[in-house]
């Protein structure tokens, strides 16, 4: 399976991209803004990994970005449990050459379409750290609505950040 967009193919991960994944991952710019759980340096065996872990969705929650088939960033939904079983997670990140170009907010308008159409899904949130306002555009310019600041709550290489919260509805 396949979303389509102008510039981007978003799809499943496939084992022959752990060598671009980790090319393209690999910088700390990107690790910078994203939970801890995202390796830097992003080794070949965490790329190796990643790819593994997602060969068998069912549906497919977690997309490779590729442009020519190659990956250029990853794109994800993470469901949660109890209230919130139909209010996933959005995380995304991109490859830095590939920044500025409209690539992200053509990824997420895709994947929100995709989750509204294809899965349970009534709402999507997405967290955002203080020092990062280019995912706050991202995520503006695809429709989300910035809902408030949650002071001091990520703690990211010694600091401790405010983050925003943004969310989508399905109606």
Do not use: C
Request: hydrophobic share 45%; no cysteine.
């Amino acid at each position: 399976m396949q979303l389509q967009g102008p510039q981007i193919t978003l799809r499943n991960w496939k084992l022959t991209d752990a060598a671009a994944l980790q090319h393209n991952a690999d910088n700390p710019k990107i690790s910078t803004n994203l939970f801890d759980r995202f390796p830097s340096p992003y080794t070949i065996e965490a790329a190796e990994a990643w790819v593994e872990r997602w060969q068998d969705q069912d549906p497919i929650i977690n997309f490779a970005i590729t442009i020519n088939d190659e990956v250029i960033g990853g794109i994800g939904l993470e469901f949660r449990q109890d209230v919130y079983r139909q209010t996933p997670l959005m995380g995304y990140w991109l490859a830095e050459q590939h920044w500025g170009k409209g690539i992200m907010p053509e990824a997420v308008m895709l994947v929100v379409d995709y989750a509204f159409k294809n899965l349970e899904v009534i709402a999507i949130v997405a967290n955002v750290f203080s020092k990062n306002p280019a995912s706050m555009r991202v995520l503006e310019k695809s429709g989300f609505i910035k809902r408030g600041m949650i002071p001091q709550s990520a703690f990211k290489h010694g600091e401790i950040l405010d983050e925003y919260v943004f969310s989508i509805s399905k109606s």
